[in-house]
């Protein structure tokens, strides 16, 4: 693991992959609640993604590096989206990039989109996997009061099985946000989207649904 903007408060770590023939984009990938920075979906992410030549720096929010195991507190989302914001400002003092894009998976894909809403020139556009819609079993507890505000472009990706939100009720939600926006569904997969425990690091999800979709994000920001 890497060390950026070691001094800042919070910290920014992660780790970087570069191309060998840059894009000129980059990306800031961060993980979901039981999750860290070595996931191997965001590795898969990563990889399909430093294959098309983007830079991309895989980061571990504030409250993992507080701690190895266990979610986020309530009270420490502010605090996390503050990580985010240092983390892309330290990721794209390591360019220059022509755009620097923000993603994640979960709640860090959830952070990354509130962050944007807040602040809407931060990023050039959003890549948000599995966005945690509402609390499984619960439709009343949407989590969608800051799209309105986003005017930052997003592409969302999303498993048909997910228990955190269903593909109609996605696509309901998106009509809120006035940026463009495209939904990619995963046949089949819940909110793990094929990289659950006692699987083998989702390995056929590279071919299944991670590079197509590394394509559609490509092809979604290139509109």
């Known amino acids: ?5 070691k001094d800042s408060d ?3 770590r992660g780790f970087l ?6 894009c000129g984009d980059a990306l800031l990938l961060t993980h979901g609640a039981g999750s860290n920075c070595q996931a191997p979906m965001l590795m898969a992410v990563a990889a399909a993604l430093g294959e098309a030549g983007f830079t991309v720096l895989r980061c571990d929010l504030p409250y ?3 701690r190895p ?5 309530p009270g420490g989302s ?6 985010l914001r240092r983390a892309v400002q330290a990721l794209t003092e390591l360019g220059p990039f022509t755009r620097v894009f923000l993603g994640g998976h979960s709640y860090g894909g959830r952070q990354a989109s509130m962050l944007a809403a807040a602040d809407p020139g931060l990023v050039d556009g959003l890549l948000l996997l599995s966005y945690p819609l509402h609390p499984p079993r619960k439709p009343d507890q949407l989590r969608t009061a800051h799209f309105p505000e986003l ?5 969302f990706v999303h498993g048909s099985r997910d228990p955190f939100g269903t593909l109609e009720e996605m696509r309901s939600a998106l009509a809120l946000i006035p940026a463009a926006t495209s939904l990619v569904p995963i046949e089949d997969a819940g909110h793990d989207l094929g990289f659950g425990r006692g699987r083998a ?3 056929d999800a590279q071919g299944r649904w991670i590079r197509p979709v590394a394509a559609a994000f490509q092809s979604f920001i290139a509109e």
């Open 151 to 155: 005017r930052t472009r997003a592409l």
């Open 1 to 5: 693991m890497e060390g950026f903007a």
């Open 10 to 12: 919070p910290a920014v």
């Open 78 to 83: 502010a605090r996390d989206r503050e990580g």
């Open 201 to 203: 690091h989702g390995s």
């Open 17 to 22: 992959h570069r191309p060998e023939i840059s």
């Open 69 to 73: 195991y266990g979610p986020p507190s």
């Open 64 to 66: 993992r590096q507080e």
